[in-house]
């Protein structure tokens, strides 16, 4: 446990460069989809054995907290297959060693570039939820 | 210019725990070297501190440490690297991942172990020609880079690998292991290569490239572990 906490204390200590970055944000894309498939395997298998409390769940989901949540896991889903492919790259090819921060910067800009428009429609989505509650409230 | 020079200090018979102490020095030059400023530390005002140098020229490996949040080898690093007016501030710390003994000096024999590990030495059991065993260039090309390691263990202990897990035999000990591999007269790689497939092999290198920038000699290190990664997936 204690190397545990060390190593996250001094990850963020270190003057790592771009390739540091682009780890740390792997690593929380990766582990926070992970999350979220364990907590979504258990309450869909809720249909079968609890199926209230799979109803539930689903109205869970579509509360505002969970559609910021969305986009956040969206977000993780599109980085940590990008970067991820950026690394098999640069494994395949490991003379791309000495383009690594522009390769890096690239899989930063190729995520924004991909994610911009679920951003878009998402965002749209919760903007309707907001003012549907709204219209419902009044 | 004046520099301050904050040190992590820690001496296991008398610090509970390790503490920043801080010392000022005047009439500092921008060319000199970090080296040079813990020696002043040291020479005139605590000779309690203690530090590894040896040949202060980049060569031994003997003074890795982490400056101002990097690993660097202080008989290299610059002041001007680091301040820029006419005062500043610099921060040594020990490298990570291995024990501190005290001050700046850490405990290297995991980082040894783990070079030991790999065989680094030639191995050929065939009988010796009568002359060189010959070598094309383009043969000692391959392993150029490999052979500048000095072993600081500046690279080892800038991995987040290493430091979740010293068990990882490291970027160094990749590099040392690579040297010989890709050697045309050795006859020992699969060995090697079977080694560094274990678990604490470089299959824990996640690619992130802070050794490559923390190298002193400037050794592509990420570039020969993954060949070495190709080369095992090549057998
Ligand atoms: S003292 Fe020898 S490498 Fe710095």
Same mark, same amino acid.
């Given at each position: 446990m204690s190397t545990l906490v060390m190593t996250v204390r001094e990850v963020l200590r270190y003057r790592g460069k771009e390739g540091q970055l682009a780890w740390i944000g792997h690593r929380l894309a990766g582990l926070g989809?992970?999350? +979220? +498939?364990?907590i979504h395997v258990i309450d869909t298998s809720w249909v079968y054995f609890w199926p209230a409390g799979y109803e539930h769940a689903i109205a869970l989901y579509r509360s505002r907290p969970f559609l910021i949540g969305e986009l956040f896991l969206v977000l993780a889903?599109?980085?940590?297959?990008?970067?991820?492919?950026?690394?098999?790259?640069?494994?395949?090819?490991?003379r791309l060693w000495a383009r690594q921060r522009e390769l890096t910067l690239a899989a930063f800009v190729l995520t924004a570039v991909l994610y911009a428009p679920a951003f878009v429609i998402m965002m749209g989505h919760i903007i309707n939820a907001w003012s549907a509650t709204g219209v419902a409230a009044r | /210019?004046? $520099?301050?020079?904050? #040190?992590?200090?820690?001496?296991?018979?008398?610090?509970? =725990?390790?503490?920043?102490?801080?010392?000022?020095?005047?009439?500092?030059?921008?060319?000199?070297?970090?080296?040079?400023?813990? %020696?002043?530390? =040291?020479?005139? #005002?605590?000779?309690?501190?203690?530090?590894?140098?040896?040949?202060? %020229?980049?060569?031994?490996?003997?003074?890795? /440490?982490? #400056?101002?949040? /990097?690993?660097?080898?202080?008989? =290299?690093?610059?002041? =001007?690297?680091?301040?820029?007016?006419?005062?500043?501030? $610099? !921060?040594?710390?020990? #490298? *990570?991942g291995l024990p501190v003994?005290?001050? *700046? $000096?850490?405990?290297?024999?995991?980082?040894?172990? %783990?070079?030991?590990?790999? /065989?680094?030495?030639?191995?050929?059991?065939?009988?010796?020609?009568?002359?060189?065993?010959? !070598?094309?260039?383009?043969?000692?090309?391959?392993?150029?880079e490999s052979t500048k390691c000095i072993l600081c263990a500046a690279c080892t202990t800038s991995c987040p690998s290493f430091w979740a897990n010293e068990t990882y035999l490291g970027p160094a000990a990749i590099v040392q292991a690579h040297r010989f591999i890709f050697d045309s007269r050795d006859q020992a790689a699969s060995e090697r290569l079977a080694i560094l497939s274990e678990e604490n092999g470089v299959w824990r290198c996640r690619t992130i490239y802070n050794c490559t920038m923390a190298c002193p000699r400037e050794i592509p290190i990420t570039q020969l572990i993954a060949e070495v990664k190709k080369e095992i997936g090549r057998r």
């Open positions: 989809t992970l999350l +979220f +498939f364990v889903v599109i980085y940590h297959g990008v970067n991820g492919l950026r690394v098999a790259l640069m494994d395949w090819k490991p | /210019m004046e $520099i301050t020079l904050r #040190i992590r200090r820690y001496n296991p018979e008398v610090d509970e =725990k390790p503490y920043w102490a801080e010392y000022t020095l005047e009439n500092v030059e921008r060319t000199d070297r970090v080296l040079d400023l813990l %020696h002043r530390v =040291k020479w005139e #005002i605590d000779g309690t501190l203690s530090f590894r140098r040896s040949c202060a %020229h980049g060569v031994c490996g003997s003074d890795a /440490m982490r #400056i101002n949040g /990097m690993n660097l080898l202080a008989c =290299k690093a610059l002041v =001007k690297d680091f301040v820029k007016g006419a005062k500043g501030r $610099i !921060q040594v710390e020990p #490298i *990570l003994i005290k001050d *700046l $000096i850490v405990d290297m024999d995991t980082f040894f172990e %783990h070079y030991r590990t790999v /065989m680094p030495y030639f191995i050929n059991d065939e009988e010796p020609p009568e002359r060189e065993r010959l !070598q094309s260039p383009e043969e000692r090309a391959i392993f150029d």
